[in-house]
């Protein structure tokens, strides 16, 4: 019990004076050793991995700066890539809608070359009412690009039927 006793009669106040000056105290030594290896150029272990510590840091900050530079130079790549595709894209597609209104106007032009074709056919054999075997094919291989080509109209209605009439002499 005695302890006990003896331990409230410590004055605690004295004790953590005692402790603070003790770490400032200590602190004060650290700070001085310290500052005695910097001026001499010493190096410890702390120093040492203070030092690599900060050219790790130096280095990966050189690393980023060197990828977001990277990064920024593809960035205007894929910009310069994306619109030369965009006028290449126009390109083609003027391309396309020119050769697609130039084989429309051929083939318009060469139905209207098929039509004068069986129209001349027509007239040379409808009075004789007879032809022979390789007028009539070339007859029908024209007549049958002609449907294929999208003709219609009077051919259909008043040629087709008079040339099938007509008689194949040999």
Not at 12 to 35: D, H, Q, R
Not at 59 to 85: C, F, H, M, P, W
Request: aromatic share 10%; hydrophobic share 35%; with cysteine.
């Amino acid at each position: 019990m005695n302890e006990i006793t003896a331990l409230t009669d410590i004055n605690f106040s004295y004790v953590f004076i005692a402790v603070f000056s003790i770490l400032a105290g200590f602190k004060a030594c650290v700070s001085l050793i310290e500052w005695v290896v910097k001026k001499t150029g010493l190096e410890t272990k702390w120093t040492k991995k203070s030092r690599k510590d900060h050219e790790f840091l130096i280095q990966t900050s050189q690393g980023l700066k060197a990828l977001q530079k990277q990064y920024d130079e593809s960035v205007k790549q894929n910009e310069t890539i994306r619109l030369e595709l965009s006028q290449l894209t126009r390109t083609v597609n003027g391309i396309a809608d020119t050769l697609g209104t130039m084989q429309k106007k051929e083939n318009e032009t060469k139905l209207k070359e098929l039509k004068d074709s069986l129209v001349r056919y027509y007239n040379k054999y409808k009075d004789a009412g007879r032809w022979s075997r390789l007028e009539k094919d070339a007859f029908w291989d024209l007549f049958d690009d002609y449907e294929k080509r999208g003709g219609n109209g009077f051919i259909h209605s008043i040629v087709e039927p008079a040339m099938r009439e007509l008689h194949e002499t040999d």
